[in-house]
C-alpha cells in the first residue's frame, strides 16, 4: 500500500492523490514475546523502509497504550461534511498550498527522525505489557485484544498529530477471513464497520481500507515485480497450532475452501458490501444508544431475558431453584442498577462506588463481541462461581463487597489506566444522569418520600467525587 | 473422584456439565432446566399464543424427537394443541426406517399423525428420482437444495390438512450457526435478509413457522434426548455427503472446541446482521400455479418441478430463471458478480 501511495503522490502519475501522508509502525514486540534485540533487529529493518519511503514516519511501541489518555475511547465530533463545491474549494486551495510550499519541500530533506516520542519504552511498562498478555488465557481474546489496543494507539498517533484519516493495509482475502472471524466472534451487528471500506465510528479519524480489492496473491505478485522491501516481523499467533484460536481456524477453513471452490473469497467480499451500517429493521431506530468502552460501536445487547442469543446466555447462569428474576429492564450502563429494585442500592450502600464490583461495571459498558472475549481476560474457563461473581448479576443475596475481596474475583488490574478510567467516568457518568431523572420525577409526583431522604442522605455522604461528576451531569442536561 | 453435587438442587450427584456454563446438574434438574428455557424462548418470543394448533414437523430424528416431547410436556401449560406431521421424501433404505420411528413414537404419545408423500404431492417424483435424473449433469447433484425446498412445501400442505394455526420445527442452534455461516460462504444475502429471527411471522396466506429449539445447543439436545430415553432414528441421509453444509458444519465443530461459546456467538451475530434493502428478497406474492408464498411469478417448489419435468433439472437453480414461463420479473435476482450459488466441484 505505501509504494502504491508513493507510486499515486508522484509527479508523473496520470492521477495524482491529493493527501499528506505520514506512516506509523507500531512495534508490538513485546506482545509477542520478543526480545529486546529482536525488537531492535526489526525496528532497524522498519526505519530503513521508512527512510526509503520518504514520507514523515513514526515509530510507536505497544508500551505506550499504558500512557494513552482516556480520550481515547471517547468518540469526537467530526467536522461537518461539506458538500461537492465545498470539496472542490478544498481541493484547490489544498494545490495552492501545495504550489508555495513545493519549492520549499524539495529543498529540506524529510524529517528522519520519530516526532513525538521520548525514547524506548521503559522496562516498567514493557513488563506491564507481558503481564497483560500473558494474564489472557485464549489466544483468541490475545488476538482481539492486541487489535483493540493497536487500534487505540494509531488513533491517538493519529489525533495528536492531526492527521484525519487512516488506512490500513488490508487484502481482500484477510477482510474475508475478518469478516467470518467477526461472524464467530458474535461481531455481526458490527461487520459492515469493521470490513467496509470506511470506519467513522471513532469520529474525527475515520479508517479507511484501500486496499480492499486486491487479494493477497496479487499483492505478493506485486512486491515480486516490483521489488517492494518488506519486514517480517512474528505476530502473536506465529507458530500456533491451527486449532488454537478462532482466527487461525477461519484463516486456514477459508483458505483451504478456496482451493476447492476457487469463488469463496471473492463471495464472501461480495457479500461484506452489501452490508449497511445500520441497526436491523425492528431495533429501535432512533437516539443511539451508548457505544461499547473498547470497540465504540453501539452497543447490541438487549435485555437479558429477551427470547434472543444474549438472553439465553445471560439467565442461563441462574440456577434452577431461584425464579427467572427479570435481569435487567434495559441494557443499563452501570452494574449498580442491573437486575436491582430501587430499594437495594447497592452502590449507594457503600460509600465509595469503586467498592461495587468494577469487572461487572467494565463488562456492562461493552458490546457482545468484546464481552465475550473480556471473559477470558484473566479468569480463564467457565465456572460457575466465577461467572456469577463476573458476569454483572452482583447477585441478590449478597453484597457486591465481599465479592470484591474473593480470592476468586478476577482483576482487572493489567488493564491499560485509560480503559478503567474511561468505564469509572462512564458509570459515574450514568448513575448521576439515573439520580437526576429520578430527582425530576419524583419532583413532579412526590411520590416515595423514603426513598428521596435516604438518597439524600447516601448523597450527602463523603462522595466528592460523584458529587462534582453529578455536576457535570446536571451542567450537560 | 465422585461427581460433584448438582448445583441446583444440591441433593443429587451431577450427571453432566451443562455445556454451556459448565454447571454440573443432575438429570432431573438439567431436564428441568431445559423444558423451561424452551417454555421460555416461546413465551418471551410469543411464538405459540394460547389455542394454536400446531403442526410438529417430525422426521424421526433426535431434534424433532426431543421438540415434539418438550411441547407435548408444554402443552397444557401453553394452551396448545399438537399434530406430528411427517414427509416421506421417497429416500429408499432411510426414510423408511424413519417414519417407523415417528409412528412409534405417535403411538406412544398417542398423538395425531399425517403422513404427506412427496410422490403424492409432487407428480411423482421421489428424492431418489431427483437424484437420478440431476445425477448425469456433470456436476454435483444439489439434491439438498431440492429436499429443502420441496420439503417446505410438503410441510406447509400437511398442516393444512390437519387445520393447524402454526408450524414448528426442531431447529436448535448449531443449525443456525450452520446456516449463517453457509448462506456467507456462498454469498447468499436473501437467505441472510430472512433468517436470523425466530421464525417468519407468515406473510400472505403461509402460515406461521417458528424454531423454539432454536436456542438449544445440539449437545444439549443429544442430552436431553438421552436422559429421557426417547426413541428416535440417528443416521445420516444417503445424500447428505455431497452437501455443502458439511464443510460448514466441520468448521462450526472447530470453532466449538477454540470456544465453547461459539455457536450462539454465530446466532447472536446472525441476528444482528444487517443488509443493503437492495440485497433484500423483494416483498411476497402468490405463485401463479399453485397460490403459495412466492416472491416472484413462479414459487420455488413449482420452478423446480417444472425444470424436472422438461428434463432440465437445474433451470431453476442458480442465476437468473431463463426458460421458465415468467411474466419479465423486472429485477435481477441474484447478487452480481462471479455465479456462486453452485459450488464448482474439485472432482
Known sequence: MLWQVLEGLSQDSAKRLRFVPGVVFADEGAACGQSPEDRAKTLAEAKLVLQTVGFPWHIVALEEVFSLPPSVLRCSAREPVGTEGAYKAAVDSFLQQHHVLGEEKQSRPCPQHPQGRAGPPTAGQTEALSRLFNSVKTLTAKEELLQTLRTHLILHVARTHGYSKVMTGDSCTRLAVKLMTSLALGRGAFLAWDTGFSDERHGDVVVVRPMREHTLKEVAFYNRLFAVPSVFTPAVDTKAPEKASIHRLMEAFILRLQAQFPSTVSTVYRTSEKLVKAPRDGCAAGTPGPRCLLCMCVLDVDTADSATAFGAQTSSQLPQTQPPVAEAEAPTVSCCHSGMGRAQHCCRMEADPRACDPRACVTAQLCYGCRVNMKDLVSGGPSPAREQAGAGLGLRLRSPGTSGSSLLQPSLDPLPPYILAEAQLRSQRAEAEQEIQERLLEAEDGARPGATSAEQAHEDGARPGATSAEQEGADGL | ?347
Open chain 2, 1 to 347: 473422584m465422585p461427581a460433584p453435587r448438582c448445583a441446583s438442587c444440591h441433593k443429587a450427584r451431577a450427571a453432566l456439565r451443562r455445556p454451556r456454563s459448565g454447571q454440573a446438574l443432575c438429570t432431573t434438574c438439567f431436564c428441568a432446566s431445559f423444558e423451561a428455557e424452551v417454555l421460555h424462548t416461546v413465551v418471551a418470543g410469543r411464538l405459540l399464543p394460547p389455542g394454536a394448533v400446531v403442526a410438529v414437523g417430525a422426521s424421526g430424528g433426535k431434534d424433532s424427537t426431543v421438540l415434539a416431547h418438550v411441547l407435548r410436556e408444554l402443552a397444557p401449560r401453553l394452551g396448545i394443541s399438537l399434530h406430528l406431521v411427517a414427509v416421506d421424501e421417497g429416500i429408499g433404505g432411510y426414510r423408511d426406517a424413519a417414519l417407523a420411528a415417528v409412528r412409534r413414537q405417535a403411538a406412544r404419545w398417542e398423538l395425531p399423525l399425517t403422513v404427506v408423500a412427496y410422490a403424492e404431492l409432487f407428480g411423482g417424483w421421489t428424492m431418489d428420482a431427483v437424484a437420478r435424473s440431476t445425477a448425469g449433469s456433470g456436476r454435483s447433484r444439489s439434491c439438498c437444495t431440492f429436499c429443502g425446498v420441496l420439503r417446505r412445501r410438503a410441510l406447509e400442505e400437511g398442516a393444512r390438512r390437519v387445520g393447524a394455526t402454526h408450524v414448528v420445527t426442531g431447529h436448535n442452534a448449531d443449525d443456525m450457526a450452520e446456516t449463517v455461516l453457509m448462506n456467507f460462504l456462498r454469498g447468499d444475502a436473501g437467505r441472510l435478509a430472512r433468517g436470523g429471527g425466530l421464525g417468519s411471522p407468515g406473510e400472505g396466506g403461509a402460515l406461521p413457522r417458528c424454531r423454539p429449539l432454536q436456542l438449544a445447543s445440539q449437545k444439549e439436545v443429544v442430552l436431553y434426548a438421552h436422559f429421557r430415553r426417547l426413541d428416535y432414528f440417528s443416521e445420516e441421509c444417503v445424500y447428505a455427503p455431497e452437501a455443502f453444509r458439511g464443510h460448514a458444519r466441520d468448521l462450526l465443530k472447530l470453532l466449538e472446541a477454540a470456544r465453547p461459546s461459539a455457536v450462539l456467538d454465530l446466532v447472536h451475530s446472525a441476528e444482528r446482521l444487517a443488509l443493503a434493502p437492495a440485497a433484500r428478497p423483494p416483498p411476497p406474492g402468490a405463485c401463479s400455479r399453485c397460490g403459495a408464498l412466492a416472491s416472484r411469478a413462479l414459487c420455488q417448489a413449482c420452478a423446480l418441478l417444472e425444470g424436472l419435468n422438461r428434463g432440465r433439472p437445474r433451470l431453476a437453480i442458480g442465476k437468473g430463471r431463463r426458460g421458465l414461463d415468467e411474466e419479465g420479473s423486472p429485477r435481477e435476482p441474484q447478487p452480481s458478480g462471479p455465479p456462486t450459488s453452485e459450488p464448482i466441484p474439485g472432482f
